[in-house]
């Protein structure tokens, strides 16, 4: 079974510059053909209330309850373009998205520019907490210098599932001595971090992100597999991908080009890994939506 851990689906395109079909570019009905076309079993869909989509959570949870065997959903919660951004009150909040969504976890975007501090605070510590106790996964987008912040978080809280975005938002140019890189695989020791095998284009220069099967990157793949082997989950990034390749190479980059990943690995990374995280999850079963 192939699981995509990390695409979008939206009611209204969202990205500059405009697209002539902004109402069904980013459709979850887009995101099923192109898992049917692509062999894709099931999917996580990272929600991502950004612009023209404050209702994203609701309209994710509705594809995830017209399409139950496919699709999974993590809500957003306090990202950092919302107005409740680390502000008191974030764990009621995490505890109401539980309430009304049919979630398995929840994702949460740190700013470029934030320190990390919050998430250790009393404020972050309780946050985590009631996704431990909900058992929700916890799907974040963070910088590598936020590591040692959610290494803490990890440490508190050992059950608990984080999956890091785009292997941490790593760079394929970064030059010796490596101290993103490094960042990000000191978290390998905590074997409740994972990274999303995703964003061969995010990891290249600009000037190279249309260089399929993005070679360039390929050095800091290997060097993050080494370090967490199967904790890593394969996640094409549909449809915000599309203006740099398509969901076929999204695939093909991690199953065809990564041949240093072992066939078993390779299986792992492509949705055991995630089936088994979506299993401790919470069971939503048939879900009505609450309010």
Known sequence: MIVDSHCHAWAYWPYEPRVPDPETRGAAEQLIYEMNRNGIQQATIVSAQIWHNPDNNSYVSEAVQRFPSRLHQYADVDSSWSDTYHVTGAAKRLEKAANQLPIKGFTHYLAPDDDGGWLHSQEGTDFFAVANERRLIASISCQPRHQPAIRRIAERFPELPILCHHLGALKASESPPHENLNNVLGSASFPNIYLKFSGFHYLSDQS???????????????????????????????????????YQQALEAFRRHCSFVSATDREAILGGTLRRLLDWARDVGPYETNT
Do not use: H, K, L
């Open 208 to 246: 190279e992100r249309f260089e399929y099967p993005y070679p360039a990157t390929m050095w800091i793949y290997r060097a993050c597999y080494e370090a967490f082997g199967n904790r890593m989950c394969w996640g094409s990034d549909y449809p915000a991908v599309s203006p740099d390749m398509t």
